[in-house]
């Protein structure tokens, strides 16, 4: 014969609401510090949509360079030809970042710029990214809010 107290626990199935909460809780402290390191991860491999677009850019630019006398401040070929361009959309395939020659280029250099769009724009250290051409000397750069060409964050880093 059993017991009262005995009936109960064998008649117990599942968990109770505590243990519940526990495992609720455990679940959201793993999220909490798993989802900001995951994000940032995947920011940093979408840095390479921005990268690409600018090493485009760059051999557009040296294919310009080989047929004229000057680089060009023109990415997209204007409808009527006129001013010629590069024919290199504004934006990246994906829209994670906008491309932008700065108006300068000579017949030695070019800025060109990709600025994140879009989701990237979380991207706060590498928001900016950019190479120059100066003389025959290819620089990188990246930066916030302006263009620091030591690249101290790796935003160009393998």
């Known amino acids: ?9 064998a008649r ?5 609401l505590i243990e519940l909460m526990i495992a609720v809780a ?3 402290i793993i999220t909490s510090v798993a989802l900001p390191s995951f994000m940032d991860s995947i920011r940093k491999g979408r840095r390479a949509e921005g990268v690409g677009a600018i090493a485009t850019v760059q051999q ?40 932008s020659l700065n108006g300068s280029a000579t017949a030695t250099g070019y800025v060109i710029t ?6 990237q724009v979380q991207d706060t250290r590498c928001a900016l990214l950019a ?11 990246s ?10 964050n790796g935003c160009f880093a393998k």
């Open 1 to 9: 014969m059993r017991s009262p107290a005995h009936r109960r626990l």
């Open 12 to 16: 117990h199935h599942g968990f109770s």
């Open 26 to 28: 455990i679940v959201a």
């Open 60 to 99: 557009a630019q040296e294919r310009w360079r080989g047929a004229n006398s000057a680089y060009t401040n023109n990415l997209a070929e204007a409808p009527n030809g006129t001013p010629p361009g590069l024919g290199i959309p504004l934006t990246t395939a994906n829209g994670r970042y906008t491309l």
């Open 114 to 119: 990709a600025t994140a769009a879009g989701s």
């Open 131 to 141: 190479a120059r051409q100066v003389g025959g000397q290819i620089g990188y750069g």
């Open 143 to 152: 930066g916030t809010s302006s263009i620091d060409w030591a690249d101290p």
